[in-house]
């Protein structure tokens, strides 16, 4: 069992930066593939980045590609997501994820998520 807690959204500027975090419970953090999602207004939950146990191996959506950076720290128990560049279309509830799988799709912990609201 993980559990997931965020942190680190708020209200930015466009333009502007955010880092978010998700702290993991347990002691087999590194066991885990960790993703970051999100979710906006009225539309579906979408991948943003997944990086895999070690940290040694990310993926991007092609929409944050180069804008977005998703690091680990396993002895920390964290991961990291820092957006920069932000656009007010990155709005969303962003929620991290863990699955001992590493993918862009089905995860099997999540986090209750974190609100970014990037103005114009």
Same mark, same amino acid.
Request: glycine share 12%.
């Given at each position: 069992?993980?559990?997931?807690?965020?942190? @680190?959204?708020?209200?930015?500027? &466009?333009?502007?930066?955010? $880092?978010?975090?998700? #702290?993991?419970? @347990?002691?087999?953090?590194?066991?885990?593939?960790?993703?970051?999602?999100?979710?906006? %207004?009225?539309?579906?939950?979408?991948?943003?980045? &997944?990086?895999?146990?070690?940290?040694? $191996?990310?993926?991007?959506?092609?929409?944050?590609?180069?804008?977005?950076?998703?690091?680990?720290?396993? &002895?920390?128990?964290? /991961?990291?997501? =820092?957006?920069?560049?932000?656009? %007010?279309?990155?709005?969303?509830? *962003? *929620?991290? #994820?863990?699955? $001992? $799988?590493?993918? =862009?799709?089905?995860?099997?912990?999540? @986090?209750?998520?974190?609100? /970014?609201? /990037?103005?114009?």
């Amino acid at each position: 069992q993980v559990q997931l807690v965020e942190s @680190g959204g708020g209200l930015v500027q &466009a333009g502007g930066s955010l $880092r978010l975090s998700c #702290a993991a419970s @347990g002691r087999t953090f590194s066991s885990y593939a960790m993703g970051w999602f999100r979710q906006a %207004p009225g539309k579906e939950r979408e991948f943003v980045a &997944a990086i895999s146990w070690g940290g040694s $191996r990310t993926t991007y959506a092609d929409s944050v590609k180069g804008r977005f950076t998703i690091s680990r720290d396993n &002895a920390k128990n964290t /991961v990291y997501l =820092q957006m920069n560049s932000l656009k %007010p279309e990155d709005t969303a509830v *962003y *929620y991290c #994820a863990a699955d $001992r $799988r590493y993918s =862009q799709g089905e995860y099997d912990y999540w @986090g209750q998520g974190t609100q /970014v609201t /990037v103005s114009s």
